[in-house]
Nanobody
Framework: QVQLVESGGGLVQAGGSLRLSCATS????????MGWYRQAPGKQRELVAS???????NYADSVKGRFTISRDNTKNTVYLQMNSLKPEDTAVYYC????????????WGEGTLVTVSS
């Protein structure tokens, strides 16, 4: 029922940009906190950025000033604009939808690979 599908990953040179998209279905998108996480081989999955149902945002220190998370409630889609990419940004990026309260839930996409070359 609930589906999150990431897209936009790929290979980019250091200093370049990518825009990730996460299209969702099967949930009431507007009430969910949306997040982007990433995981590199041998490392723990970490939160990159999140955006609340009211539009408030939060970023990992490592990406502040470079990444921007946004959401379009008319398209049920969340985006991650990544600028000034660094090799250490290389990871699989996952989309997450989370809601608390009566309609609580937690859902993940399959991920999209971002590779930043030196």
């Amino acid at each position: 029922q609930v589906q999150l599908v990431e897209s936009g990953g790929g290979l980019v040179q250091a200093g370049g940009s990518l825009r990730l998209s996460c299209a969702t279905s099967g949930l009431i998108f507007a009430i969910n906190t949306m997040g982007w996480y990433r995981q590199a081989p041998g490392k723990q999955r970490e939160l990159v950025a999140s955006i609340g149902s009211g539009g408030s945002t939060n970023y990992a220190d490592s990406v502040k000033g470079r990444f921007t998370i946004s959401r379009d409630n008319t398209k049920n889609t969340v985006y991650l604009q990544m600028n000034s990419l660094k090799p250490e940004d290389t990871a699989v990026y996952y989309c997450n939808a989370n809601r608390r309260g009566i309609l609580r839930g937690d859902y993940w996409g399959e991920g999209t690979l971002v590779t930043v070359s030196s």
